[in-house]
């Protein structure tokens, strides 16, 4: 009997169309069963973790996943059933562990080898290293931190010097005056450098934990750039334009910022970069096969040559939605297919 794929969902949760499942879950369910190949969605819940188990080890192909983290209580318990189900041969859209990485916001210090990302970015795991680092970063130039929980621009700040340094000084004063702006609404606060790292030391205990450094680039006011990827292929953009207020930098609906949808032959050379460096982000986050259906954000900059090059902001892939362009349903199912055919060739 032909194996299906499987979609995982859990119930609850604002993502939800009047049928209780994500709006953008049916389309692929309804175009990969038009294309012969049978599809069936199952509600994650830890108390029938095992039956749920058993069941897509024995009837699933692969499993999608389509659970937003924030809908999600049993992470760990979810995560580690998906782990085995790949363990068992269920192809991983993507595997468990690709979800985390490409979604984590240390992507960014990981690739800061690569032209996506400046080589000035880095990644505070201990409250330690944030304060032997960061009064340096910012000396050099205007920085955003950037926590790695949350979403909409929570707890990711551009941090500027009200005062510039005096000349040969390469360390900020912990008593300077900063001027912070916070992406989720671009409201701003002054701090005492600080009392404004202690303040953020939050964002750096707990699970998940970790503050990324980045130079602040300027040129955001021209907007952020998504792309909308298919495993290796960028197959819509979207283009996010900040609110004109002075400070704004956000590029989230709630800020104010335009959203416009463009074709990916509209930025065909951030798209070919970045098609060309995959094989290296592949390798530097770990080998997994590339995820499914998952985005990557830029941001123009100029390179010393003084031409535009595109710098990586963020990726996401663990439930990135298209309930506004449904009619990718059907390229998510033909990639569904090949990544199948692909896999069967491989183990044949
Ligand atoms: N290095 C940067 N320079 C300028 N603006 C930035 C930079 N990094 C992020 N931003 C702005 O902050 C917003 C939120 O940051 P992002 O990393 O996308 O976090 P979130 O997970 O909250 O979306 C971005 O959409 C962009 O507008
Ligand atoms: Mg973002």
């Known amino acids: 009997m032909d194996k299906k794929v499987i979609f995982f969902e859990v119930r609850g949760g604002t993502d939800k169309g009047p049928d209780g499942y994500r709006q953008d879950t049916m389309p692929m369910v309804n175009a990969l069963k038009q294309r012969g190949q049978d599809a069936e969605v199952i509600f994650f819940d830890v108390t029938k973790k095992e039956e ?40 991983g859209m993507p595997h468990p562990d690709a979800m985390i990485g490409y979604g984590s916001k240390d992507v960014l210090s990981k690739l800061s080898s690569t032209n996506l990302v400046p080589n000035d970015t880095f990644a505070y795991y201990t409250v330690e290293a944030f304060k032997a680092q960061f009064p340096t970063s910012l000396a050099i130039t205007e920085r955003v931190l950037k926590q790695n929980r949350g979403s909409t ?86 283009h996010k334009k900040p609110a004109d207020s002075e400070d704004a930098f956000s590029a989230t609906l709630f800020s104010g910022a335009q959203y416009r949808y463009d074709a990916p032959e509209d930025w065909e050379e951030l798209v070919q970069n970045f098609l060309t460096q995959l094989p290296l982000v592949t390798s530097l986050l770990g080998n997994y096969a590339l995820p499914l259906i998952w985005t990557a954000d830029f941001m123009l900059d100029t390179n010393e040559a003084g031409e535009d090059c595109y710098i990586l902001g963020e990726m996401n892939c663990s439930c990135v939605g298209f309930t506004s362009e449904l009619s990718l349903a059907h390229q998510v199912a033909e990639e569904i297919l090949s990544c199948i055919h692909e896999n069967a060739e491989v183990s044949a």
């Open 153 to 238: 621009g929570e707890g990711i700040w551009r941090v500027k010097l009200v005062e510039p340094l005096a000349k040969g000084i390469t360390e900020v004063p912990l008593d300077a005056e900063i001027k912070c702006t916070e992406a989720k609404d671009n409201h701003v606060e002054y701090w005492k450098l600080g009392d404004f790292m202690t303040f953020c030391e939050q964002y750096i205990t707990g699970p998940n934990g970790m503050l990324i450094d980045m130079r602040f680039l300027p040129r955001i006011t021209e907007g952020e750039i998504r792309l909308f990827m298919l495993r290796d292929k960028a197959v819509h953009v979207v």
């Open 52 to 91: 749920i188990y058993h069941y897509v080890k024995e009837h699933g192909a692969a499993f999608v996943s389509r659970i937003n983290p924030g809908n999600l209580q049993h992470e760990e318990e979810y995560f580690d059933m998906l782990r085995e189900l790949c363990n068992e041969g269920v192809i």
